[in-house]
């Protein structure tokens, strides 16, 4: 399978832990980025990387959230001291940048979270 | 006011049927615009990007006016398979594509 993979596909946690979660992009993208999901909303947008650079944040990414792409390939996603508002789909895509203009995002299967 | 608004729906149509989804952006910077189609608890698929031309893609038809900001989706001789959430989608190149979604249109196709 060549396409975005995420893990784990669902997690259960309570109040207080912290959990970590890992995006494998497809091989040749060098741009990944984090979106969250709510019920009933579309994804909302929360970090980008471009190679192993965080480049942009979102306001929704709060002080307990982290996210790194070490060597530029896979990323983690990170948050501490979890709260049940924190339940949600977390999503992970990837892109090429060229000078095509292939912007074009593909989507992990998503890691679905609860926060008990 | 949601920088991409989606009317939620659900439509309900038979098999067979045309329909149509718009959206409107209010955000005049946006530069790319896409369709992108979601099964239940599944992920967002890429179902077509959208060109100031219109573009094609079999029984799917997507066109942009920018002068009213707003894209449609016109999905010709329904499928029970097209049944999905379809979500609009606007992006800015600002040194990387941000997207920006709208909360979706739900079809069901019904036999």
Redesign the interface.
């Known amino acids: 399978d060549t396409g975005v993979s995420q893990d784990p596909r669902h997690k259960i946690t309570k109040r207080g832990q912290n959990v970590t979660f890992r995006c494998d992009p497809i091989s040749e993208h060098n ?1 990944l ?1 984090w979106y969250r999901q709510t019920l ?6 929360l970090t ?1 990387f ?1 190679n192993e650079a965080q ?2 944040k979102s306001r929704l990414l709060s002080d307990r959230f982290s996210a790194e792409r070490p060597k530029g390939s896979f990323s983690t996603l990170e948050i501490q001291r979890t709260e049940q508002g924190d339940s949600a789909m977390y ?1 992970c895509a990837s ?1 090429l ?1 060229g000078t095509s203009g292939s ?8 890691t ?1 979270l609860t926060v008990t | 006011r949601k920088e ?1 608004e989606q009317d ?1 729906g659900p439509f309900n149509v038979p098999e067979g049927a045309t329909v149509a989804f718009n959206c409107t952006y209010s955000n005049s910077a946006s530069q ?1 615009f ?1 369709w992108y189609r979601q099964d239940c ?6 179902l077509m ?1 959208v060109y100031s031309s219109g573009n094609e893609d079999g029984r799917f038809t997507a066109q942009l006016n920018r002068a009213s900001q707003y894209i449609s989706l016109l999905i010709r001789d329904s499928k029970l398979s097209d049944s999905a959430t379809y ?1 609009c ?1 606007g ?1 800015m ?1 600002t ?10 249109t739900r079809l069901l196709v019904s036999p």
């Open positions: 741009r980025y009933g909303q579309g994804p909302e947008f980008y471009q480049l942009e999503l892109s940048a912007y074009e995002q593909y989507f992990g299967p998503g679905r | 991409v939620p790319s896409f608890r599944k992920e967002p698929k890429l990007s979500l989608v992006g190149n040194g990387f594509q941000k997207l920006v979604f709208g909360t979706g």
